[in-house]
């Protein structure tokens, strides 16, 4: 005899929901409900957002800002000129090596489109405060010599946005707990704080975003839309907005991230649908219309399935209002410029730019900030990986330049729409890289330089005390010992934390002093609480 599987009955999975809770809707956004219990930016306030841009793996940021100075640059020479694809980039005014010419600098006949050589010189900029160099890096006998700088020549938009005043760039930021001594490091004592799993990707990730380790729940960004949700007419549900997989930056205690996809120049709300639309699921032929016809029906006296319908009522909706406000006639799918073509440096053809892509849905996104009833928003997207324990040049080389064109699309969209001094993005990533190469590439380190874009910026700058260069050595013979109080073996300790990195754009996007302590509690152990790169 066949036994027929009887599945549960309407009344059934009205009384047993829990049971059968594994089920998901039909079309369901990750964000969450909620508001959040207190606000900093009132009504009538000026739209701003942050954006988040992680350089997921862990940039190489000594390649990203240098110092060219004669010392300085001396000594990053010596580290990275070396094996058997030599990293270092070539000195500033350095022309460009065509394909089978032999460079003048390296002796090294350019047979790649990879080689730093081919490249040209790193792209010196002036930044307005000058920096003295340090004494281990001094050369000569001036007494107070300034030290000089420059970007990778991959960034050539950027160094004309840093001119123009758009750009500022963030030297030696890392994750800390308290600020920290080389000595203090190497001899720590009970009362020493040190940084947890420092060389760990998955940790330092999360350190960077929430201040945690692997797995924290919350993040900077989400926890700094709490503070704004009480204040967006739309409920908040788009007061955080992810590109990415889940990450802990965008997620707060109420606030939970919508995702949003980027395709064909159009952002989209990312929907989950149901793996089964129909047939047979847990067991019942008739679960997924029972299901539906639970969730669309009010009369049920099931607090759970009240709530639980109530839930997926409003994941559905929502991506409904996000898809309708940027398809709105004359609204952001026509008002935002498509980005220009993007060349590979490298491969030398049109191809397409993921960071760009990302960005684009961004901007659309701001573009829509009223419709969606937000004056708050943070963003996070996410590209890479710079994991670049071999094939540097070749994969940070691409990566830079994907980088250059998406910042210069988001200037020059934001421009457009008036929305220039409203949005700031920064870069982030999980650390920098060995000061040292392994032979063709760079392995993990700690503190690093970052990038900070927008018109509210106060820009061509460099904040924060960029570090002595040079790796610790013995004397030998006539050659006297080098010690760099930087610098632990090959990585350099951070001089700003990430947290005083982040509050400083916190207190730009209304954060009070009060929410600061909660969101930033190891903020207090420094005596610098916001390094004045932002306008008020």
């Given at each position: ?142 007494t107070n010599p300034t030290r000089t700088f420059a970007l990778h020549p991959m960034l050539s938009a950027t160094r004309g946005l840093f001119a123009s005043g758009k750009v500022a760039a963030i030297a030696n930021v890392g994750t800390l707990i308290a600020p920290l001594t080389k000595a203090a490091y ?325 954060v009070t002093p009060a929410q600061m302590a909660t969101i930033f509690p190891k903020l207090a152990n420094f005596s610098v609480q916001n390094l004045g790169f932002m306008k008020a």
């Open positions: 005899m066949t036994r027929k599987t009887q599945g549960p009955s309407r009344r059934n999975l009205l009384a047993g929901m829990a049971i059968y809770g594994a089920a998901a809707p039909l079309v369901m956004n990750l964000s969450a409900i909620g508001t959040a219990a207190a606000q900093a930016a009132g009504a009538g306030a000026p739209y701003r957002a942050l954006v988040c841009i992680f350089m997921q793996g862990g940039n190489d940021s000594n390649n990203l800002l240098l110092a060219t100075d004669q010392g300085s640059f001396g000594q990053y020479w010596a580290a990275r000129i070396s094996g058997t694809d030599p990293i270092a980039l070539m000195p500033v005014g350095t022309p460009p090596v065509a394909i089978g010419a032999t460079s003048s600098v390296t002796g090294r006949v350019v047979k790649t489109t990879d080689q730093p050589e081919h490249w040209g010189g790193v792209l010196a900029i002036t930044p307005a405060t000058t920096q003295q160099v340090p004494v281990g890096n001094r050369v000569g006998s001036a190497l001899h720590p004592v009970a009362a020493t704080q040190i940084p947890q799993r420092l060389f760990s990707h998955a940790d330092q990730q999360a350190a960077w975003q929430s201040g945690g380790l692997d797995g924290s729940a919350t993040g900077w960004g989400g926890e700094m839309a709490d503070t704004f949700q009480a204040a967006a007419t739309g409920g908040g549900d788009f007061s955080s907005i992810t590109t990415a997989s889940n990450t802990p930056f965008p997620q707060g205690v109420s606030t939970k991230s919508f995702r949003v996809n980027f395709a064909a120049n159009k952002a989209s709300a990312q929907t989950i649908p149901l793996a089964v639309q129909t047939g047979t699921y847990n067991e019942s032929s008739t679960f997924l219309s029972e299901l539906r016809a639970s969730l669309q029906d009010g009369s049920s006296k099931n607090q759970m399935v009240q709530t639980y319908a109530a839930a997926v009522a409003h994941s559905i909706q929502t991506p409904v209002v996000y898809n309708g406000a940027l398809a709105a006639s004359g609204g952001p799918y026509v008002s935002v410029p498509i980005p220009p073509a993007f060349t590979d440096p490298i491969a030398g053809k049109v191809v397409g730019n993921p960071l760009t892509d990302q960005i684009q849905a961004v901007v659309q996104t701001a573009a829509a900030h009223a419709a969606l009833g937000v004056q708050r928003q943070v963003f996070f997207v996410q590209y890479g990986s710079f994991d670049t324990h071999d094939g540097e040049n070749p994969r940070q080389g691409l990566l830079l330049a994907q980088l250059d064109h998406a910042l210069a699309y988001l200037d020059s969209a934001l421009t457009k729409l008036g929305l220039s001094d409203a949005v700031t993005a920064f870069t982030a990533s999980d650390f920098n890289r060995t000061f040292t190469t392994n032979g063709d590439g760079t392995d993990h380190a700690w503190g690093g330089h970052h990038l900070v874009v927008g018109g509210a910026v106060k820009g061509g700058d460099i904040y924060g005390a960029y570090p002595t260069l040079g790796v610790d050595k013995a004397a030998n013979g006539s050659v006297p010992a080098f010690y760099n109080p930087d610098m632990v073996g090959t990585s350099i300790i951070p001089t700003t934390s990430v947290e005083t990195y982040m509050a400083t754009m916190a207190a730009w996007m209304g």
